[in-house]
């Protein structure tokens, strides 16, 4: 995360989540992946 603060990666029943958005696609970059979620995460 761009705050340095932590985030749960989760899957179930074949969907993957992060701190409850779901990743609908990973887009390969020249630094690493990014993750598409359907919502926003917000910082805590």
């Known amino acids: 995360m761009a705050d340095g603060k932590r985030v749960t990666f989760s899957k179930k029943d ?6 409850g958005p779901n990743i609908i696609a990973s887009v390969p970059a020249s630094n690493g992946i990014i993750h598409v979620v359907d919502s926003v995460i917000l910082p805590n």
């Open 14 to 19: 074949g969907k993957v989540s992060v701190d």
